[in-house]
């Protein structure tokens, strides 16, 4: 976006951001009210409010009043002042998802990947597209306030991905790649910011302690504690797909044994269900299923078998479930969450089997159980939980960095 449009290098400046992220929050407001709300003296709103209008970011609207004199005027944000790029990058799709100044979702592409997940390739399709989709809905290029890319893995604040076991990447300088093709600002997150979403479409639980665990392509887990999303000294809090569960259990991307990870997500799924057909094993997953099959597609087949009683899938099930509630305990003895939520492709299918099981397993494993209460409930952020999540970052970002 234009460096004049929000920017923090004054004190003048700051106070836009300030008063953005107050419309951002509260909605439609009056000048008088952003003077409380911040603090500033009436003149000084006035001469913010002129920039910000200047610049295309608010809009005015007159309230009807019955009285003589000047009308009330509430203040919002432009939805069309600027706009947020949303990418996610997983091993079959890159998504991209273009949001308004609200964070509202405008338009959205996906792109299939196929077995090759080597980062050039990857940067190639995913820099056509996203010229792409500027150029389609005809945006100027300074109105695009930034761009936020997400991807399960171990990333740095300067946009390194240390390593992503699903993509197979380490150690790559993604951010580097992209600002040396674009002059937006980039930013690279984990799969954490996935709870933003979810927050956005059940804003009653901004005020709980929550434990968002992901069974995907890889194993994930975020924390909010007070209304904050934690991240930890390296920002990797919550890591529980690598907490070793079977010691010189199966190889994992990160190149331990017996990780969580391992074990229970998509593609671990895949590939037990493949051996175990291998071997022999009898079930209607084999009618269904070869070696082309990907594994969000092997999980629906699974949960297809699981309803028609197939014995062999019923048992895949009580493997992810076993894991699962172990895990689940785990995160509750550990954080002390009010809400633990289920989100991926692996749980979904299978929720209210799978949180009656963990309620289950919470009364033998979690420490003063009787004593807690903690709502399980399923993922509804929907499948563009991380195109919205990372979209709401680069948004808080903006408008509360210094």
Partial sequence: MDKNAIDSRSAGRRNEKMVLALLEKHGPISQSRICQLTRL??????????????????????????????????????????????????????????????????EQIAIPLGNDHSFDPVMGLLEINLRGLVSKKMI??????????????????????????????????????????????????????????????QPALQSKNIFYFNIADGVGSTLLIDGRLIHGATRRIGELGHMTVIPNGPLCGCGHRGCLEALISGPAILQKINADLADGRQTILRRWMDQQTKPEQSLEFLRQAVEQRDRYA??????????????????????????????????????SYLAEQIRNDFADHVYDWPSRKIEILPSRAGKEALIRGVAQAVLQNALTSA
């Fill in 314 to 351: 019923l048992s895949v099930l009580d493997f992810i479930m076993e894991h699962l509630c172990r895990a689940a305990s785990i995160a509750v003895n550990l954080f002390d969450p009010d809400v633990l939520i289920l989100a991926g492709y692996v749980s979904q299918p299978f929720f």
């Fill in 41 to 106: 003296g009436s003149s000084t709103v006035s001469t913010i409010v002129s920039r910000l209008r200047e610049k295309d970011l608010i809009q005015e609207h007159p309230l009807p009043s019955g009285k003589r004199g000047a009308k009330p005027v509430l203040i919002r944000i432009n939805p069309l002042g600027c706009y947020i790029i949303g990418v996610e990058i997983n091993p079959n799709t890159i998504r991209l998802g273009l949001f308004d100044f609200h964070c509202e979702l405008i």
């Fill in 140 to 201: 100027p290029p300074e109105k695009i306030l930034g761009i936020g890319i997400t991807l399960s893995g171990s990333v740095t604040p300067a946009g390194l991905v240390e390593l992503s076991s699903p993509l197979g990447w380490k150690m790559v300088p993604l951010k580097q790649r992209l600002m040396e093709t674009f002059n937006w600002p980039i930013e690279l997150h984990s799969n954490k910011v996935r709870l933003l979403a979810e927050i956005r479409s």
